[in-house]
């Protein structure tokens, strides 16, 4: 799917017409019933997030994480930062302060 990391590549959108193109055909009662719960249960807001701060070994929360190593060559020591890799643990999810609007939500909220 071109164009990023939207929910409808999953084949299930709350918000679309139809039910959605992976499922397998079902009776028309059934699917308009099934069409009608997942309207009534949808919210165009989203409450949390996944989180793109790691947790390292010490405890600290940040985006990316470096050690500084000494290089030395022809005699001249210097020091450069190696990003470090192994040994972080994702913060996971998180409650955002203010509910944003989710960004496949097909209504036009402003018109300029």
């Known amino acids: ?8 590549g ?9 039910g ?5 055909a079902k009776d028309g009662q059934e699917q ?3 069409r009608v719960r997942s309207i009534r249960n949808a919210t ?3 409450f949390t997030r996944r989180s793109s701060l790691y947790f390292d070994e010490d405890g600290d929360l940040a985006h990316e994480f470096y050690e500084e190593t000494v290089v030395t060559k022809n ?8 990003r470090i ?6 913060q ?18 402003c018109e300029v």
């Open 1 to 8: 799917m071109m164009g990023g990391s939207g929910s409808k």
């Open 10 to 18: 999953k084949g299930y959108w709350p918000f679309s017409g139809s």
């Open 20 to 24: 959605g193109g992976d499922e397998p």
């Open 32 to 34: 308009s019933l099934a």
């Open 44 to 46: 165009p807001f989203v």
């Open 75 to 82: 005699g001249r020591k210097k020091a450069k930062l190696k």
């Open 85 to 90: 890799h192994k040994n972080l643990i994702p």
């Open 92 to 109: 996971g999810i998180i409650k955002l302060d203010h509910p944003c609007i989710h960004v496949d939500f097909p209504v036009v909220i």
